[in-house]
C-alpha cells in the first residue's frame, strides 16, 4: 500500500496562507501526501506582496526531476509560475513523466491585489499548460484574461468556461468569489456540461489563499481517486467550512489565511 502523492508546483508564501504552505496544508487536511517544487519565493504577508524572487527554470526542472523520477505523484497541481521559461518546463515534465492527472490554478494577482507574474507567463500557462489540463480553476479575473474578454459577469460565468475548455483543458471551474451577494457561487464544466457549486457567501475579509486552498482540495482528492464533480464539491464544503472559521484563526493585519485544519484542531483550544 502506498499513500496518494500530490505535488504543489508553486510560489513560496512565507506568511502561510497562500501559495505552496496553503496547497501543503490543503492536501494533508484532505487525506493526500504533498510534495512540493518551489518556482518563485515571495515577500509576502496578509496586507500584500513585498517583493518577488523568482526560480531558475533549469533549477525548478532539477526539482521536478527530483520528484518525477522517484515518488508515484497521482496528481500535480500548479500554482504561481514565475516565467515562460518555468511554464515550458513544467509542460515538459508532465509529459515525459506521464502525470496522469493535472490541476493548473492560473494564477496571476494575490488577493491584495498584487500581480504575481507577467503577460508572457500567462500566455505560456495558456498555450502550453491547459492543452494538458484535467481541471483549470480560473477567478473571474483570470478567466477573462485567459479569454482576452474585458470581464465575465456572473451570466456569462458557463459561457466563458465552455471558451475555456476549447483551449484543450478537460474541465473547467470559474469561481466567482469576487461576486457579491448571499451565495459564492462557482461553475464547473466538463464532459456532462455545466454544474454550479454554490456555498453560502461568509462574511469575512479572511480570504488569502482561497483560490490556491480550493484547487488543491480538489487536486487532494482526485489524488485518491474521487471522481471530478465529486471532488469539486467536497473541495468547495471543505474551503467554505475553512473560510468560516477563518476569523477565529486570526492571523496578521490584513487578509488572513483560511483555517485548512478546521476539521482538526479543538475549537476551544485553537488547537489538538
Ligand atoms: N467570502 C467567501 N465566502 C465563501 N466562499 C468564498 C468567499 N470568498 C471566496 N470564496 C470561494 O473561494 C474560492 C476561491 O474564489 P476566488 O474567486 O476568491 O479565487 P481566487 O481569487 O483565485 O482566490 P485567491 O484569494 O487565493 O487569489 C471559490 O470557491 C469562491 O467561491
Ligand atoms: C505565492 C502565491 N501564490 C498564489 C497566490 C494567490 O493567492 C499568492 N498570494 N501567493
Known amino acids: 500500500m502506498s499513500a496518494p502523492v500530490a505535488l504543489s508546483v508553486a510560489g513560496s508564501d512565507p506568511s502561510g496562507g497562500a501559495g505552496m504552505q496553503a496547497d501543503l496544508k490543503a492536501f494533508s ?5 504533498a510534495a512540493a517544487v518551489v518556482t518563485a519565493l515571495t515577500a509576502q504577508n496578509t496586507l500584500g506582496v513585498q517583493g518577488i524572487f523568482p526560480v531558475p527554470a533549469e533549477f525548478v526542472q532539477q526539482q521536478l526531476d527530483s520528484v518525477l523520477s522517484d515518488l508515484d505523484v497521482a496528481v500535480l497541481k500548479t500554482g504561481m509560475l514565475g ?3 518555468v511554464v ?3 509542460a515538459e515534465a508532465v509529459a515525459r513523466h506521464d502525470v496522469p492527472v493535472l490541476v493548473v490554478d492560473p494564477v496571476m494577482v494575490a488577493t491584495s491585489g498584487d500581480r504575481l507574474v507577467s503577460e508572457e507567463t500567462v500566455d505560456a500557462v495558456r498555450e502550453l499548460l491547459l492543452p494538458h489540463a484535467t ?3 480560473p477567478n473571474l479575473p483570470e478567466a477573462a484574461t485567459l479569454l482576452g474578454w474585458t470581464e465575465v459577469t456572473e451570466a456569462r460565468m ?4 465552455e471558451a475555456l475548455r476549447r483551449s484543450g483543458a478537460g ?3 470559474v469561481k466567482g468569489g469576487h461576486l457579491v451577494g448571499d451565495t459564492s457561487t462557482d461553475v464547473l464544466v466538463d464532459d456532462d456540461g455545466a454544474l454550479a457549486v454554490a456555498a453560502q457567501r461568509v ?4 480570504t488569502h489563499g482561497t483560490g490556491c486552498t480550493l484547487a488543491s482540495a480538489v487536486a487532494a482528492l482526485l489524488a485518491q481517486g474521487v471522481p471530478l464533480r465529486d471532488a469539486v464539491q467536497e473541495a468547495k464544503a471543505y474551503l467554505t467550512r475553512a473560510i468560516a472559521a477563518a476569523d477565529g484563526l486570526g492571523v496578521g493585519h490584513g487578509h ?8 482538526w484542531w479543538e475549537p476551544s483550544r485553537g488547537r489538538r
Not at 458557463?158 to 468556461?161: G, L, T, V
Not at 462574511?203 to 479572511?206: H, I, K, S, V, Y
Not at 488572513?256 to 476539521?263: E, K, L
Open 158 to 161: 458557463p459561457e466563458a468556461a
Open 256 to 263: 488572513g489565511p483560511v483555517h485548512h485544519f478546521v476539521d
Open 203 to 206: 462574511d469575512t475579509a479572511n
Open 88 to 90: 515550458e518546463v513544467v
Open 83 to 85: 516565467s515562460p521559461e
Open 29 to 33: 487536511a484532505m487525506g493526500a501526501y
Open 171 to 173: 474541465a473547467v471551474l
Open 135 to 137: 481541471l483549470v480553476t
